[in-house]
């Protein structure tokens, strides 16, 4: 299957060009701008800096192949299960979820939000930087959905304060939603909706209010939702006509949210 093409434009800023190439996230590589490891025609980059295809850019004196005229990205989902990390390398030698994806050449796999080791459910892979970044920064407000599993039940007075928020140690956070799915004995399930991806904040909003979570499964990252087909430990990859829905979203920047779900069979 070939991609379809999409036009290129004159001069775009550093970061979003290397994105585009495959180097990393937009937020990584201004990283590397500040750093000063990145440069312009030989000329240490600042985060205002724009490139051409006419520019050579060169990221830790290594020169990048650039792509102004930009194939539609890769994205693959995963159903990630418990006892996976999330990074390609591991102190401890766990099982990391980069050694269940396919190779790529000339780039790298761009894991979209992260997953705790005991979290199972949707992961969304992308060798877009400025995919991932659309999708990832905060000022987006992208949703994710998730099962949870919690000892115990919240009274009605409870789900009202998840709604309104609770203070965390790094800030408040509140669900935009939640619907009580049912238990038995101890257990009990919801589904919840946020807007928000920082470290461990599902676990964090219940501990807050003094309640333990004994399973967490996410379920959707904005539009893309975990297909109930995909087995643990097993990944798909969207096709051109998926992706072009969501980089028709994600190229329009005064969109506050995705528009609806896609359906993958």
Do not use: C
Request: charged share 30%.
């Amino acid at each position: 299957m070939r991609n379809q093409k999409r036009p290129a434009k004159t001069k775009e800023r550093v970061q979003k060009v290397l994105a585009q190439a495959g180097v990393g996230s937009r937020r990584a590589i201004e990283e590397l701008i500040r750093q000063g490891r990145v440069t312009v025609n030989g000329k240490p980059a600042v985060l205002g800096t724009k490139a051409g295809p006419r520019d050579r850019i060169s990221v830790d004196k290594r020169i990048i192949k650039l792509r102004f005229v930009s194939e539609l990205p890769r994205i693959i989902v995963y159903h990630k299960p418990e006892g996976e990390i999330v990074s390609r390398a591991d102190p401890q030698g766990r099982p990391s979820v980069f050694a269940k994806l396919p190779s790529i050449r000339s780039a790298k796999w761009i894991a979209i939000g992260r997953l705790d080791y005991n979290t199972s459910g949707l992961l969304i892979f992308t060798n877009s930087g400025e995919l991932a970044y659309r999708l990832m920064h905060p000022k987006f407000e992208v949703e994710r959905e998730y099962a949870v599993r919690i000892f115990g039940r919240l009274k009605p007075e409870l789900m009202r304060r998840l709604r309104k928020g609770v203070k965390l140690e790094d800030g408040p956070a509140k669900v935009e939603s939640i619907e009580d799915r049912g238990g038995e004995g101890a257990n009990h399930w919801y589904r919840i909706v946020l807007r928000e991806g920082r470290n461990r904040v599902v676990r964090r909003i219940f501990e807050a209010l003094g309640f333990t979570v004994s399973r967490l499964t996410r379920v959707r990252f904005g539009m893309i939702s975990l297909p109930p087909r995909l087995k643990r430990g097993q990944w798909f990859e969207l096709g051109k006509n998926e992706l072009a829905r969501i980089m028709a979203w994600a190229e329009s920047a005064d969109v506050p949210d995705l528009p609806r779900r896609i359906k993958i069979e």
